[in-house]
């Protein structure tokens, strides 16, 4: 038994990001619960808690990226498992909310995912959510208990501010991404720029234009999620064609589907900047792409949370602190 703060606590850790849960249960000084996830021949999911939880604050680390539908499955079966142990509370650890970007009715007669998703959680047990950079932060109002969104930004300004770039310019992917440009910027007393794009199809888009001045300039990408990486290496290409002096690439989630990590490696970008959100496998790895992990903050969130502190204090880059 984990007593934490005086409380007992457990963490567990499912199939998606199991690195990520052992470096936060490092950092929380505790051992991961024991638990066996198992697949019937047909593929069913079947858990097995060998500890009990009753009564217990319990933490489970799941992260839904690909394989998705499969990761939202062991996730929703461990928190039915854990609510029928009586466990005291349910908390899931989901730095990558799968389904987010569909959280919006685009056209007609589609679906809103991310709120199916939200309700799927609720009704099988889960007592509070922690996320990491939503990419809609109105996903939080999808949901009837707690909800803590986590942001990356103080990890990634503190390496950032490292290399002591000169002439820095953030730039926003799109109009969208704006507020979250600005809000990097700040952290760098640094002007933004915006690239105006189009998008003709899913996963294709066109630069039209360069709102701001990029000429000798070091600029800063900023997103939140890069998946097929063609608006990031295309925006990338008109940035330096605009006289950009040095590309980098700042994101949260590298879903990198397809031949993502291809078109980066290959691109006009100098490094990508992103954290351990998701776990990439070895062959998803460049010199070009730099994993930040986000274990300390999710951590600190976590003890946070036993102790009924505030988490938001975690949401601001602090010189003084260590990332």
Request: aromatic share 6%; with cysteine.
């Given at each position: 038994?984990?007593i934490?703060?005086?409380s007992?606590?457990?963490?567990?850790?499912?199939?998606?990001?199991?690195?990520?849960?052992?470096?936060?249960?490092?950092?929380?000084?505790?051992?991961?619960a024991?638990?066996?996830?198992?697949?019937?021949?047909?593929?069913?999911?079947?858990?097995?808690?060998?500890?009990?939880?009753?009564?217990?604050?319990?933490?489970?680390?799941?992260?839904?990226?690909?394989?998705?539908?499969?990761h939202?499955?062991?996730?929703?079966?461990?928190?039915?498992?854990?609510?029928?142990a009586?466990a005291?509370?349910?908390?899931?650890?989901?730095?990558?909310?799968?389904?987010?970007?569909?959280?919006?009715?685009?056209?007609?007669?589609?679906?809103?995912?991310?709120?199916?998703?939200?309700?799927?959680?609720?009704?099988?047990?889960?007592?509070?959510?922690?996320?990491?950079?939503?990419?809609?932060?109105?996903?939080?109002?999808?949901?009837?208990?707690?909800?803590?969104n986590?942001?990356?930004?103080?990890?990634?300004?503190?390496?950032?501010?490292?290399?002591?770039?000169?002439?820095?310019?953030?730039?926003?992917?799109?109009?969208?991404?704006?507020?979250?440009?600005r809000?990097?910027?700040?952290?760098?007393?640094?002007?933004?720029?915006?690239?105006?794009?189009?998008?003709?199809?899913?996963?294709?888009?066109?630069?039209?234009?360069?709102?701001?001045?990029v000429?000798?300039k070091?600029?800063?990408?900023?997103?939140?999620?890069?998946?097929?990486?063609g608006?990031?290496?295309?925006?990338?290409?008109?940035?330096k064609?605009?006289?950009?002096?040095e590309v980098?690439?700042?994101?949260t989630?590298?879903?990198?589907?397809?031949n993502?990590?291809?078109?980066?490696?290959?691109?006009?970008?100098?490094?990508?900047?992103?954290?351990?959100?998701?776990k990439?496998?070895?062959?998803?790895?460049?010199?070009?792409?730099?994993?930040?992990?986000?274990?300390?903050?999710?951590?600190?969130?976590?003890?946070?949370?036993?102790?009924?502190?505030?988490?938001?204090?975690?949401?601001?880059?602090?010189?003084?602190?260590?990332?």
């Amino acid at each position: 038994m984990a007593i934490v703060h005086g409380s007992k606590v457990k963490l567990f850790t499912l199939n998606s990001n199991p690195d990520l849960a052992k470096e936060i249960a490092e950092y929380m000084g505790i051992s991961l619960a024991d638990c066996t996830l198992s697949r019937f021949s047909d593929g069913e999911v079947s858990i097995n808690i060998s500890e009990t939880v009753r009564g217990h604050h319990v933490f489970v680390v799941q992260t839904t990226s690909a394989p998705v539908n499969e990761h939202y499955m062991e996730l929703l079966i461990m928190i039915d498992a854990l609510k029928r142990a009586s466990a005291k509370t349910i908390n899931v650890i989901m730095p990558y909310y799968g389904y987010s970007r569909q959280d919006r009715k685009a056209l007609a007669r589609q679906p809103i995912s991310a709120k199916l998703v939200a309700d799927l959680l609720t009704v099988a047990g889960a007592t509070r959510i922690l996320s990491m950079d939503l990419h809609a932060a109105q996903i939080q109002g999808f949901f009837n208990i707690p909800i803590d969104n986590f942001e990356a930004a103080p990890i990634m300004v503190a390496y950032l501010k490292e290399k002591n770039l000169k002439d820095v310019v953030i730039v926003s992917p799109d109009h969208g991404g704006t507020t979250r440009a600005r809000k990097f910027a700040l952290n760098f007393g640094a002007p933004i720029a915006i690239i105006d794009k189009r998008r003709p199809k899913p996963n294709v888009a066109e630069v039209m234009n360069i709102i701001g001045d990029v000429e000798g300039k070091t600029c800063i990408l900023v997103d939140d999620i890069v998946d097929t990486a063609g608006t990031v290496t295309v925006a990338s290409e008109a940035l330096k064609k605009a006289g950009a002096k040095e590309v980098y690439l700042v994101a949260t989630h590298p879903v990198l589907s397809g031949n993502a990590v291809e078109r980066i490696c290959s691109s006009q970008i100098s490094e990508f900047i992103t954290t351990n959100s998701i776990k990439l496998p070895e062959s998803k790895k460049c010199d070009r792409i730099t994993q930040l992990s986000v274990a300390k903050v999710l951590g600190q969130g976590v003890l946070n949370i036993i102790d009924d502190k505030s988490v938001s204090v975690l949401f601001q880059y602090d010189p003084n602190q260590r990332y």
